[in-house]
Each structure stands twice: as C-alpha cells, then as structure tokens.
Nanobody
Framework: QVQLVESGGGLVLPGTSLRLSCAASEGSFSGYTMAWFRQAPGKEREFIAAIRWGNSNPYYSDSVKGRFTMSRDNPKNTVYLQMNSLKPEDTAVYYC??????????????????WGQGTQVTVSS
C-alpha cells in the first residue's frame, strides 16, 4: 500500500498555470501506475493523465492534452501535474491515484487502489 498526499491547488485566473504535486507519505511508487483524476460538483470522476511504471510516456485525456503535463520522479516518490492555459471548466477537486493497472484499464478509476485526499483547483475571474 502507498499513502498519497496532494498539494498545490488553489484559486487562479483563466489562462494562468498551476502545478500540483503528489507525494507518498508511506510506501513507494515502485510498480504502480500513477494517475491524476478530477471531479467537479455533480459529475463523475474524470481521468486526466497517467504514467505507467517503467514507461516515461504519459497518457492524457483529450480534454487536457496539449495543456497539462504529467511527470513522475520515482526516487522522490512524487508525481506532478503541470497545468497551463487553465479554463473555468478545469475547476474541480484533483486526485492522485496509484494502481497496478494494465494499459487497457489505466483510464478507469476502478483500476486504482490508492487515492489521495484531493486538492481543490478553482479557475475563475
């Protein structure tokens, strides 16, 4: 098991940037696919990005491709989500997740067994 703690959320203006971090407070990321999801009020949890263990190429949802960049630092047991050109529709609680997924399931929240507490991102003028 790995315990996850997100940080970096906040209130920002449209068009600006924010970087989220997710660190392991217990355990390590070894062997885990790491992912970011988000959930807006009244909506289902939405896949944003993931990086599989042993593969440095991230996978992104179409809604954030070209604006968001996910990276992972395995020695530090930390993953990051750099969010650029933020829009009001990016407003949500952002969650970090870890799971031993296969390629076909990495978009599914049910494939992840470990979740952080979430961090609020609000994009508003």
């Amino acid at each position: 098991q790995v315990q996850l703690v997100e940080s970096g959320g906040g209130l920002v203006l449209p068009g600006t940037s924010l970087r989220l971090s997710c660190a392991a407070s217990e355990g390590s990321f070894s062997g885990y696919t790491m992912a970011w999801f988000r959930q807006a009020p009244g909506k289902e949890r939405e896949f944003i990005a993931a990086i599989r263990w042993g593969n440095s190429n991230p996978y992104y949802s179409d809604s954030v491709k070209g604006r968001f960049t996910m990276s992972r630092d395995n020695p530090k047991n930390t993953v990051y989500l750099q969010m650029n050109s933020l829009k009001p529709e990016d407003t949500a609680v952002y969650y970090c997740a870890a799971g031993r997924t296969i390629l076909s399931t990495l978009h599914s929240a049910r494939a992840y067994t470990n979740w952080g507490q979430g961090t609020q991102v609000t994009v508003s003028s």
